[in-house]
């Protein structure tokens, strides 16, 4: 009978604790700190406004772009196709099929990159995937789609494929007219504003 | 911090060693309890015996506690808990027919290969049955599949049915328990039979 009664006075304290206690609701960080600052310093999460272009251009149905500055903002400038989420309301539930899927490939941007950057740590923490940040923000946009500088005269080739890989996508995409970098001694002056400059793949395994 | 796989802080292939571990543990404990005698699983439904149902309520008393305090230290997302989905005619049809299979050969399914460890014969033959009824099940299954399949409720939990907090039904299971193992002593002495022995203080 002892047995019984020591059983009996340790599980009905215990569920008298439990029955008077909240339940915890807080939702536990995925990284530690640590863990974050080495994401952070790896710089993983952004995506160069090269490659936001082309996706643009190509119409990339997997990409989509999430801008995170507040509506007023978002009326007055944004980038095609991007849905406004600010980021005060990240976190509200009407935003959270946008945010935690697993079918697109959602890019953060705001006039720099910081408040993208913070959305992207908040995201990442939530355990949330595919979420990317604009690197250096809306600015950066502009100052290499929009309005790219043109490279000195003894850059290398690649320079000015870049160049005018930039200035088609900014025509495209509703920045200046297009004026072709290429100097005169390159063959075809003006390039359609599609071209893409191709990567180098490598050669994959034969077998 | 828990659970520990879909944290990935242990990789499925450990989870695997740890529960084999955990089975064997499970296993050595039925044993100790006396779970491979299937007078005793029998015993339940008579009265005479009542330790499955203390022994199965202690656990899951010992396992509802520990996961509400390790949630509320928060060492555990109880919302990665799997539930098992419950579809509820196959629910009761299943308990219906394990019922009357515990009642007649004395064992449940668990507790089967514990006894045929120890080398009781029915036990074996409880087993064969088992796999006679799986592969039955298996082989026959677009006859029952609408049936099997019907009143999906989803992973309904106790708790939200009746509009209270986890702790609170948890406190309330535990009084039930309390209350039932009570009971079931008091009937382990009204029943009692001359011919069994196990456990009769």
Same mark, same amino acid.
């Given at each position: 009978?002892?047995a019984?009664?020591?059983?009996?006075?340790?599980?009905?304290?215990?569920?008298?604790?439990?029955?008077?206690?909240?339940?915890?609701?807080?939702k536990?960080?995925?990284?530690?700190?640590?863990?974050?600052?080495?994401?952070?310093?790896?710089?993983?999460?952004?995506?160069?406004?090269?490659?936001?272009?082309?996706?643009?251009?190509q119409?990339?149905?997997?990409?989509?772009?999430?801008?995170?500055?507040?509506?007023?903002?978002?009326?007055k400038?944004?980038?095609?196709?991007?849905?406004?989420?600010?980021?005060?309301?990240?976190?509200?539930?009407?935003?959270?099929?946008y945010?935690?899927?697993?079918v697109?490939?959602?890019v953060?941007?705001s006039?720099?990159?910081?408040?993208?950057?913070?959305?992207?740590?908040?995201?990442?923490?939530l355990?949330?995937?595919?979420?990317y940040?604009?690197?250096?923000?809306?600015?950066?946009?502009?100052?290499?789609?929009?309005n790219p500088?043109?490279?000195?005269?003894?850059?290398?080739?690649?320079?000015?494929a870049?160049?005018?890989?930039?200035?088609?996508?900014?025509?495209?995409l509703?920045g200046?007219a297009?004026?072709?970098?290429?100097?005169?001694?390159?063959?075809?002056a003006?390039?359609?504003p599609?071209?893409k400059?191709?990567?180098?793949?490598?050669v994959?395994?034969?077998? | 911090?828990? &659970?520990?796989?879909?944290?990935?802080?242990?990789?499925?292939?450990?989870n695997?060693?740890?529960a084999f571990?955990?089975?064997?543990?499970?296993?050595?404990?039925?044993?100790?309890?006396?779970f491979?005698?299937?007078r005793?699983?029998?015993?339940?439904f008579?009265g005479?015996?009542?330790?499955?149902?203390k022994?199965?309520?202690?656990?899951?008393?010992?396992?509802?506690?520990?996961?509400?305090?390790?949630?509320l230290?928060?060492?555990?997302?109880l919302?990665y808990?799997?539930?098992?989905?419950?579809?509820?005619?196959?629910?009761?049809?299943?308990?219906?027919?394990?019922?009357?299979?515990?009642?007649?050969?004395?064992?449940? &399914?668990?507790t089967?290969?514990?006894?045929?460890?120890?080398?009781?014969?029915?036990?074996?033959?409880?087993i064969?049955?088992?796999?006679?009824g799986?592969?039955?099940?298996?082989?026959?299954? &677009?006859?029952?599949?609408?049936f099997?399949k019907?009143?999906?409720m989803?992973s309904?939990?106790?708790?939200?049915?009746?509009g209270l907090?986890?702790?609170?039904?948890?406190?309330?299971?535990?009084l039930?328990?309390?209350?039932?193992f009570?009971?079931?002593?008091w009937?382990e002495?009204?029943?009692?039979?001359?011919?069994?022995?196990?456990?009769?203080?």
């Open positions: 009978m002892k019984r009664l020591i059983l009996a006075s340790v599980i009905v304290p215990l569920g008298l604790i439990i029955a008077a206690i909240p339940e915890n609701t807080t536990p960080y995925r990284l530690t700190a640590d863990q974050l600052l080495d994401e952070v310093k790896e710089e993983l999460q952004f995506v160069h406004p090269d490659q936001i272009a082309d996706m643009l251009i119409k990339d149905p997997t990409l989509q772009l999430i801008d995170v500055r507040s509506r007023a903002e978002f009326e400038f944004s980038l095609p196709g991007a849905i406004n989420v600010p980021i005060e309301s990240l976190l509200d539930a009407e935003y959270t099929d945010l935690n899927q697993d697109k490939m959602n953060f941007y006039n720099s990159s910081n408040k993208a950057n913070q959305a992207w740590m908040i995201t990442r923490q355990g949330y995937r595919n979420n940040v604009l690197q250096g923000g809306l600015n950066y946009w502009v100052e290499t789609i929009m500088e043109m490279p000195a005269q003894t850059s290398p080739n690649e320079e000015f870049k160049y005018d890989f930039r200035k088609g996508a900014g025509a495209a509703g200046g297009i004026v072709p970098a290429t100097s005169t001694q390159e063959a075809p003006a390039l359609p599609v071209t400059t191709k990567k180098k793949k490598r994959q395994g034969g077998c | 911090m828990g &659970p520990l796989i879909v944290n990935e802080i242990i990789s499925p292939n450990t695997f060693l740890i571990f955990i089975g064997i543990a499970f296993g050595f404990i039925l044993e100790q309890n006396g491979s005698s299937s005793r699983l029998a015993g339940m008579y005479y015996d009542t330790t499955v149902l022994v199965f309520f202690t656990a899951a008393i010992t396992g509802g506690l520990a996961l509400l305090f390790m949630s230290f928060g060492w555990i997302d919302s808990i799997y539930i098992n989905p419950t579809f509820l005619w196959s629910a009761i049809g299943g308990g219906v027919i394990m019922g009357a299979g515990f009642i007649m050969g004395g064992y449940c &399914p668990g089967s290969f514990c006894a045929a460890a120890i080398g009781k014969i029915d036990a074996l033959a409880f064969g049955g088992i796999f006679i799986i592969f039955a099940f298996a082989e026959g299954y &677009p006859l029952w599949e609408s099997y019907a009143e999906f989803g309904p939990l106790l708790s939200d049915w009746l907090s986890r702790g609170v039904l948890m406190l309330l299971i535990i039930v328990a309390l209350a039932m009570w009971v079931g002593e009937a002495k009204k029943f009692a039979r001359k011919d069994y022995t196990i456990n009769q203080r």
